[in-house]
């Protein structure tokens, strides 16, 4: 006769070999520290490691194992792995780049329009990557001849409003409109206690009448209820020797 310890044994066996024999979706999570969902991509996928809490199923080949992120120098940022450096900015210590990772905007990385300068905040193409850090609650971007440019978030008008548009400024975000930016493992959030938002992680892409890839904070559900002409995206912390398309 069979234990119930002996039974209980069994059954996790099996539960952990459905898991690990199930597949994840496209730009879903696959590993990850604590993960126990599918491990296994679909074909033409692979698991690639954000850091040690996320992995996720991203196109083409893969650069390293669930769960084994590569380390960058520095501290206070995110790690990635990264592929054959292909962009022409090299990662300081201490920052990351930060991108989009689903389509239509799949690795486009965040910048100002103007580059270097106060004025929108766009993705744009990783050979004009900006580099950032998020610090006391500020999002900076470090221009390349020392300044520092903060992300601002314009006020909501009213309770109709669903997207706040973010650009750069010479000065911190202040006042009862500045919020919080942070990381949540390799994704950036945005908080304000004035406004309830379903996920701290949602973003909007909207093109501009020029092409320009304006940045915007989604204060509706992700994915659902979209505005016309928009794209919905979540953006993370990119920490390759250089920005990778």
Request: net charge negative.
């Amino acid at each position: 006769m069979v234990s119930s310890t002996a039974l209980s044994i069994i059954g996790a066996l099996f539960f952990v070999a459905g898991a690990a024999a199930q597949t994840a979706p496209q730009y879903g999570q696959c590993g990850g520290q604590g993960w126990s969902g599918a491990t296994t991509c679909p074909d033409g996928w692979s698991c690639t490691v954000s850091n040690q809490y996320y992995s996720q199923c991203l196109p083409g080949a893969a650069s390293s194992q669930p769960g084994s992120p590569t380390t960058s120098p520095g501290g206070g940022s995110p790690t990635s792995t990264s592929s054959s450096p292909s962009g022409t900015s090299t990662l300081t210590p201490g920052n990351s780049f930060i991108r989009a990772v689903e389509d239509p905007n799949f690795h486009k990385y965040l910048r100002s329009e103007v580059a270097g300068t106060a004025s929108d905040a766009v993705l744009g193409e990783p050979n004009t990557a900006a580099q950032f850090q998020i610090t006391a609650g500020q999002l900076v971007q470090l221009v390349p001849d020392g300044s520092k440019l903060y992300a601002t978030v314009e006020p909501r008008a009213n309770s109709t409003v669903m997207k706040l548009k973010m650009s750069w400024s010479e000065s911190p975000a202040s006042g009862a409109n500045a919020g919080t930016f942070q990381w949540s493992g390799d994704t950036v959030e945005w908080s304000i206690p004035t406004i309830q938002r379903p996920q701290l992680n949602a973003w909007l892409i909207c093109p501009d009448a020029a092409g320009n890839k304006d940045v915007y904070i989604n204060l509706g559900p992700y994915d659902y209820q979209t505005p016309a002409g928009c794209a919905d995206e979540t953006i993370h912390a990119y920490t390759g020797a250089t920005a990778t398309p």
